[in-house]
Each structure stands twice: as structure tokens, then as C-alpha cells.
């Protein structure tokens, strides 16, 4: 009698471990690296400047200097990039890391498990491994795409850590000729 109790606690706690859910994936905030160099940014001296670019020319159809005040609104799409160090953001997705030798950095890329139900299509962290004073995130690159009856949507990002961000932004209503606007805001890194 006491062998087949134990046996039953055996197989009961069997089931219990077993269905213990699986633990949550740990990803990076992309947008808390980004809240990182919009507070340094607005307590910066910085000259800020950005610059627009209409279609594939490569000449600035505008240049701004933005006041440093404004610089969060100008990086709002970068902010609004999914958190994926949320858990019910992270369960959807999935991560890959490789080391490019060419570029000497580790690829964090995270992509959807189910592409059609996601607008970001594809999170990527660019990071310069350095084991004497740690690791340092180098570029963000995120892209996020919608589709509806107005046409479609297609903004792909670009941010180079303390010295400049890109947005290169695509519409195309049906029946049109896609609509292409890039900027460029530069920070640390006026050489470009």
C-alpha cells in the first residue's frame, strides 16, 4: 500500500514539474537603450541637426537644427519600437545571435514567430563584444511594416549609438507610386 502511494506522489509530482510553464524569455529593451541616449542627448551641448531626403536622392532637400527639447519628439519612432523584454511581447518572438567577424560584432536579431499578425517585422542589436570594459550596444536596426486598405506602410530604422538615428519611411496607397522620405538626425558625428 505505501509502495503504490509513492508511486502515485512520484507520477503526480511527474505531471506537476511537467507542466510547470516554460520560463520567460529574457530580451533587450530596445526602447529603454534609446530612452538611455535621449536623456543624454537633452543634457548635452550637442549641436543637432537633421536632414531630409525625398525619394533616392542622395543631396538633403531640407536641413533643421533642432533645439535639444525637441529631440525626444524627433526619436519617437525609435521609442515606440515593441518592447521585447515585456514577457507577453517576448512569447511572440524569437531570437537569434550570431558573430559577424568582418563587422568584430555579436547580431542580436529577434523576428516574429507569426510575421503576418506583427507590424514589427524584424528587432536587430549590434553589439561590440569587449571583455575589458564590457560589452557596448554600437546600432539598433528595426523595421516594422502595415498593410491595409490605404495601402502600405514601411518604416525602417536606424540608430548609431551616440552619433546619429535614420528613418527611412515608404508609403504606397494602391494603384500609386511608393511615397520614399528619409532623415537623418546627426548629434555626435557631423562627418556625414
Known sequence: MKRKARGVLFILFLALTACQSTPSKKYISIPSLIQEQVADVDSSLY???KYVFQGTDTLPSDT??????????????FLSILDLSVPSN?????EQ?????????????YTP???????????????RPDP??????????????????????????????????QVTQTTQAPGKEPLIITYKVIWNDHSS
Do not use: C
Open 132 to 165: 575589458a570594459t564590457g560589452d557596448k550596444v554600437t546600432t539598433i536596426l528595426a523595421s516594422k511594416v502595415q498593410h491595409n486598405r490605404d495601402g502600405l506602410l514601411q518604416v525602417e530604422l536606424l540608430w548609431l549609438f551616440d552619433r546619429s538615428f
Open 113 to 127: 514567430i507569426k510575421p503576418n499578425e506583427e507590424d514589427w517585422q524584424k528587432q536587430e542589436v549590434m553589439v
Open 64 to 77: 533643421i537644427y533642432i533645439p535639444r527639447e525637441a529631440f525626444k519628439k524627433a526619436a519617437a519612432e
Open 97 to 109: 545571435n550570431r558573430y559577424d567577424p568582418l563587422l568584430e560584432r555579436v547580431i542580436l536579431t
Open 90 to 94: 517576448a512569447k511572440r518572438f524569437t
Open 47 to 49: 549641436a543637432i541637426t
